[in-house]
């Protein structure tokens, strides 16, 4: 028998001999015997019995005792139970009485004769056996009066001869009582263990409630029993079971020390520490991946030390696979395990060790931390090493993920000021962990695949905000024209080109009549050559003039060309760069760039053009000469016909040519629309500022246009990156207790910080007037029109603008009532457009990722519960299957939230992962019901030693420890239990 239970893959059995315990009082004397062999598992005594019972058939009922109960204990159960017919206490002696007392028709009924069984004893006690049955009192008594909780009442439900066969609506009480007294159920059906347990399944979906008003919502733990008739089973046949062999693989699996305060524990958390079926998910999970859980850490000084002081030399600390709570009194070295463990994992966190750090155990030159290495065993795989005094290489994978507490703040707080790298770089990791590999488009992390996706969304952006720029110039340029001094210069102009004429008029000539007397043949010719030197001069004066307007054309047309000729090489170059940037892709399709593009510059009409312009300005350049040439020889001609006129001719002659200079003298103050200086010139440009505010009015509709067209395509950029979210989203959704009652959710808003427009704008505006006055009162005018619009919509983010725009405005008005324009708010070598490019190509948007948590955005929780979020990020979102190792994470947190929320995400976690967790908080170590306690303790005085213990939540040593650290000591736990009262 000791062979067999030794040799079977239980822990635990249970002997459950009908109606005595002789089973178990045997088993104890054979392992006294000198020479027995040695009991390498755990055997409770137990019995089998049958009650009264309602019902057709009978109903079977089991106890179950500590394997330290003592043996007069167990006679006096016995004699605590009575027979339902004779009401005598069971015995040998009271089951023959039982079996004699009854007629022959029930004797018959179970194969034995009335006459037999009143003349043999030993027939007598075999039917007795068979067919007596106890009270339902006396039963739950006798479990009842069994001192120091050594009992335990154990009722099969839907097996062989359950209470599920007893009619519960017609024999309420009866079901009730025996329910309320029995804290293990024997069922082998998925629903019902469940059900048992308090978990909800598909399987019991339809009795649930009802089932747990029956238990008084209270959980019960289900085991399904081998039943077990002999030691050794034979293979294949369901009825010879032996120890070990479970009915249609419907083991039996309780997450437990194997001894009776395990047992208990077990009774106590049985969703947690039981599991019906062939393997436990997590043993499987576990069995799969064992490069992903910690065995143990090892902890010793280096071979070359000569340190006097022990610290950690020696310390082996055994690490189970689920959730496991470090806990120890202030400075007994428990955070000092998690950094050790984080250090030899390869975590990168090292920046937030609490106890591996300079001014602490990495003292001058790294000592005393140089003195001692670390070892990580796994569960498979080559052991992890490292040296106290040297953080691993940045390049080295991460074997853990620690969390310290830290490092839930840095995070937090950097998101919260508009700092948010680190923050957002956490969900970049999550998010494309979770992208399929077929959407990946051969991206290795999120930025890549952004940049990936982006591409083209980026040139329009780039181009539009080309082309907002230079409008933003236009409106600067009108803005400053529209300044009322230069309204003022340009009629001030005016009025000074009229007085000159007027003053022109004053000194115009006299007129001088034509001689009227007989003129001499060569006095006729002399005025007929000057008559006509004149005319050809008024001749060429036009000719001049419109040569002059050809030139300007003809260079216009000139810079036509080249205008068109270089953005046709820009387009060439950027054709250039996206058919090179699309290579890969048409090389993945088989396709050629001919097959997709067809792109061509037609030059030579551009050509034409531009040597008809060349040869138009080389004649008017030839004309211009000739015209030249032609005045030169007219002014000697002129000379000569002058000197063979008389004086009154003469007199005439010279009224002329001053008549023809005065006119050249008030043509050029007059000038036309072309010439800028001249009046007819200036009241253009008076004309040209009359038209100015409607051009502004046209600008800026431009600009909000190109504004709106950026923040389209910022939007698509939120949406596409929205739609990568979806995969995680899904998992958020399917996982109830993080959908459903956490409400967690990804979103990627498009957002600003106000910070960082003010630095960027502040940087380009003075603050020296209005709400702009001041560094604070500046910031707070941002702050609050920032705070007002939803950046997240495009009429928002626009209206965002405007009204910064309009506080530049108005700011620069107090200056100067009339003002249009914003230069007296500028510093040195800033201009307005550059403000303006700020305000409305939106580069201080951008698609930002944050994490609703029950509606409330990431930025509106405390420090604490940002914290926990992150926990919940990290503990159920995050794909990665390494440990996890948390430092404190109850820091901040009160003690409701972390039940309410913290509790529930570890139960969660653990089913996926190792999670180590440093913690004084008892509803972690306890509520949770961590599967490992490692208990820390530092003794100065023995030359600094830290030593580790190590076990289950039931060990009594570790349950004193717990209850000492995290309650205060027992007396104090149960003072305040007697006030809650």
């Known amino acids: 028998m000791v062979a067999a239970l030794n040799d079977a893959a239980p822990a635990v059995y249970a002997i459950q001999d009908y109606w005595h315990f002789d089973g178990w009082f045997a088993l104890k004397r054979r392992l006294a015997d000198a020479g027995a062999p040695t009991l390498g598992k755990t055997v409770f005594p137990g019995i089998e019995l049958r009650i009264a019972a309602p019902m057709q058939g009978r109903l079977n009922a089991h106890v179950v005792f500590s394997n330290e109960i003592e043996d007069q204990l167990l006679k006096d159960f016995l004699s605590t139970l009575k027979l339902e017919i004779t009401n005598q206490p069971v015995s040998e002696h009271a089951l023959i009485t039982y079996a004699r007392n009854l007629n022959a028709d029930k004797l018959k009924v179970h194969g034995f004769d009335k006459a037999e069984v009143a003349g043999h004893d030993a027939l007598a006690l075999r039917a007795g056996h068979m067919t007596a049955e106890i009270t339902v009192d006396s039963y739950k008594a006798a479990v009842r009066c069994v001192p120091g909780g050594l009992a335990c009442g154990f009722m099969p439900f839907d097996t062989h001869d359950g209470l599920a066969t007893v009619k519960h609506l017609e024999h309420y009480a009866y079901a009730i009582g025996l329910f309320e007294s029995s804290p293990i159920f024997e069922t082998r059906n998925e629903g019902l263990w469940n059900a048992f347990v308090g978990r909800r399944v598909p399987q019991n979906e339809s009795f649930f409630d009802a089932f747990q008003d029956t238990v008084g919502r209270t959980p019960r733990l289900p085991v399904s029993g081998s039943d077990a008739h002999r030691f050794r089973g034979i293979a294949g046949d369901n009825n010879s079971r032996g120890y070990g062999d479970f009915p249609s693989q419907r083991t ?176 970049r990791s999550v998010i494309f962990s979770h992208i399929p590999s077929e959407d990946r488009l051969g991206a290795l992390d999120f930025d890549q695949l952004i940049a990936a996706q982006e591409a083209m969304l980026r040139v329009r952006l780039d181009e539009t905000r080309k082309n907002l720029a230079s409008v933003n110039r236009a409106i600067a340029s009108i803005e400053d024209q529209l300044h009322p001094a230069t309204r003022r210069n340009v009629e001030e102009q005016i009025h000074l080109k009229s007085a000159q004429l007027a003053e022109l008029d004053l000194v115009k000539p006299e007129p001088v009549p034509a001689p009227a007397e007989t003129q001499s043949p060569a006095q006729e010719a002399a005025a007929a050559t000057l008559a006509e030197i004149a005319a050809e001069n008024e001749r060429l004066d036009a000719e001049a003039r419109t040569i002059a307007e050809n030139a300007v054309a003809a260079a216009a047309r000139r810079k036509a060309v080249r205008n068109i000729r270089e953005r046709l090489a820009l387009l060439r170059s950027q054709v250039g760069s996206a058919m090179s940037e699309i290579g890969d892709d048409l090389r993945l399709l088989d396709l050629t760039e001919a097959a997709v593009l067809l792109f061509e510059i037609r030059d030579d009409q551009l050509a034409a053009a531009d040597d008809t312009a060349i040869a138009s300005a080389a004649t008017l350049a030839a004309r211009t000469a000739e015209i030249a040439a032609t005045r030169q020889g007219q002014a000697e001609r002129l000379k000569a016909a002058t000197e063979a006129l008389n004086g009154p001719q003469r007199a005439y002659q010279d009224f002329l040519s001053r008549m023809r200079a005065w006119q050249g003298s008030a043509d050029a103050i007059e000038g036309t629309a072309d010439v800028p200086d001249s009046r007819k010139g200036l009241q253009a440009r008076l004309q040209q500022l009359d038209s100015l505010p409607a051009a502004l009015v046209e600008r800026r509709t431009e600009r909000g246009r190109l504004a709106g067209e950026i923040l389209d395509v910022l939007a698509l950029q939120r949406d596409q990156r929205s739609r990568l979210f979806e995969p995680v989203q899904a998992l958020v959704r399917e996982n109830a207790l993080v959908g459903e009652e956490y409400r967690l959710q990804f979103e990627s808003n498009l957002a600003a910080y106000h910070d960082a427009v003010s630095e960027k704008l502040f940087s380009l505006i003075k603050q020296s007037i209005g709400e702009l006055r001041g560094e604070d009162e500046s910031r707070a005018a941002i702050k609050s029109r920032l705070e007002a619009r939803d950046l997240n919509d495009r009429e928002g983010a626009l209206a965002f603008a405007d009204d910064v725009n309009a506080l530049l405005h108005e700011s620069a008005r107090l200056r100067t009532p009339d003002q249009a324009d914003i230069n007296g708010l500028m510093r040195k070598d800033r ?142 736990f149960d003072n305040r239990g007697r006030k809650y009262q």
């Open 252 to 427: 039996t699996w309780i997450k437990a020390d194997p001894t009776w305060r395990g047992l208990q524990q077990a009774i106590r958390e049985p969703a947690k520490r039981c599991f019906i079926g062939a393997v436990p998910p997590k043993l499987e999970r576990v069995s799969a991946n064992k490069t992903f859980y910690i065995d143990q850490v090892r902890l010793a000084k280096v071979g070359s030390s000569t340190l006097a002081e022990s610290w950690f030399d020696g310390c082996t600390v055994p690490l189970n696979p689920d959730l496991v709570a470090i806990i120890g009194n202030k400075g007994s070295g428990k955070s000092a395990l998690a950094d050790v463990l984080a250090l030899v994992g390869n975590s990168q966190q090292h920046a937030h060790f609490s106890f591996l750090k300079a001014d602490r155990f990495r003292g001058k030159a790294g000592e005393p931390a140089r003195q001692f290495e670390g070892e990580l065993r796994w569960l498979a795989g080559e052991p992890s090493r490292g040296n106290l005094a040297d953080n691993p290489a940045a390049d080295r994978v991460e074997l853990v993920r620690y969390v310290p507490q830290g490092r839930f703040e840095a995070l937090c707080n950097e998101h919260v000021t508009g700092r948010s790298v680190n923050f957002e770089r956490e969900l």
């Open 831 to 972: 201009s307005p457009a550059e403000a303006y490019d700020l305000l409305y190509a939106f580069e201080y948007l951008e698609p930002k990722y944050t994490l609703l948590f029950q509606d409330t955005q990431i930025e509106q929780l405390s420090p604490g519960q940002r914290g926990a979020l992150l926990l919940i990020f990290y503990l159920l979102v995050d794909r990665k299957r390494n440990p996890i190792i948390l430092d404190q994470p109850e820091e901040n947190l009160d003690n409701e939230t972390i039940v309410s929320l913290l509790v529930p995400v570890l139960n969660a976690a653990r089913e996926t992962r190792q999670i180590i967790m440093v913690t004084h908080n008892p509803n972690l170590a306890v509520v949770c019901d961590a599967e490992q306690i490692v208990f820390a303790e530092f003794d100065r005085k023995a030359l600094c030693s830290i030593s580790y213990l190590s076990g289950s939540i039931e060990d009594v040593e570790l349950n004193r420890a717990v209850v000492n650290v995290l309650e205060g000591t027992k007396p104090a």
